[in-house]
């Protein structure tokens, strides 16, 4: 199947820094991009979609402001975690389609996960 | 508003010993529903999408089956290396513009030998 790489794989960082998440199709241009945050034992919660060439959506309660997105190619998107508190600590992954329109399974990144000291 | 419930929780099963898991949905229409595997750390394993009733799909020891407010994923004779979380996840019709999923709880699974 297609794929789709993050990195890295596990960050830690002081509170108050930044840190930034990249997520790369391989194989397959990706218009856009979708990132979703999973706590411990929680299922996957959509944050944001990344649109390549414009500005990402994001989802109610998710402040744009902390979750910096970029999606600056047909292959990258980046999330950057801006001034990380510990309550940021979680399990981001992001996913892409390499379909064009709304068909078609997601392929998901294996995952990056940020631990804010 | 849409939601997605999978049970149970967690399973656990002797190897050989079939089951099935379970996945209730509500949604305004269904553009897809897709199971997903995923072990510890790691991103979800896409598995199958089923997009009507009545229609089922299958892959190795797994067959997923769909049905207008649920779907099922049967694992026949699992072996210990079956153990693992499985996500069922729709993506609705509206709204309409995006590929964006809902998803379920999960389901952890264990095999054991």
């Known amino acids: 199947g297609a794929v789709v790489s993050q990195h890295p794989s596990r960050v830690i960082c002081k509170s108050g820094t930044s840190v930034k998440i990249e997520c790369r199709s391989l194989?397959?241009?990706?218009?856009?991009m979708f990132w979703y945050r999973q706590f411990p034992k929680q299922s996957l919660m959509l944050m944001a979609t990344?649109?390549?060439?414009?500005?990402?959506?994001?989802e109610q309660g998710v402040e744009k402001d902390k979750f910096l997105i970029n999606h600056a190619s047909l292959t990258l998107s980046t999330l950057t975690v801006t001034s990380a508190h510990p309550e940021d600590s979680s399990f981001y992954i992001c996913?892409?389609?390499?379909?064009?329109?709304?068909?078609?399974?997601?392929?998901f990144g294996e995952g990056s996960r940020l631990t804010v000291l | 508003e849409d939601q997605v419930t999978q049970s149970p929780e967690a399973l656990r099963l002797q190897e050989g010993e079939s089951s099935s898991l379970n996945c209730s949905y509500t949604?305004?229409?269904?553009?897809?529903l897709f199971w997903y595997r995923q072990d510890p750390g790691k991103g979800p394993e896409f598995l199958f999408t089923?997009?009507?009733a009545g229609e089922e799909k299958e892959k190795e020891r797994l067959k997923a089956t769909l049905t207008k407010k649920e779907s099922f994923l049967h694992i026949t004779a699992p072996k210990p290396e079956d153990s693992a979380t499985y996500l069922c996840?729709?993506?609705?019709?509206?709204?309409?513009?995006?590929?964006?999923?809902?998803f379920g709880q999960g389901t952890t699974l264990q095999v054991k030998p």
């Open positions: 996913s892409a389609n390499p379909r064009t329109g709304n068909t078609g399974e997601l392929f």
């Open positions: 089923l997009y009507s």
């Open positions: 996840a729709v993506r609705p019709l509206w709204p309409g513009n995006t590929g964006k999923l809902i």
């Open positions: 194989d397959f241009q990706a218009t856009t």
């Open positions: 949604v305004s229409g269904l553009r897809g």
């Open positions: 990344s649109n390549e060439g414009s500005k990402a959506t994001y």
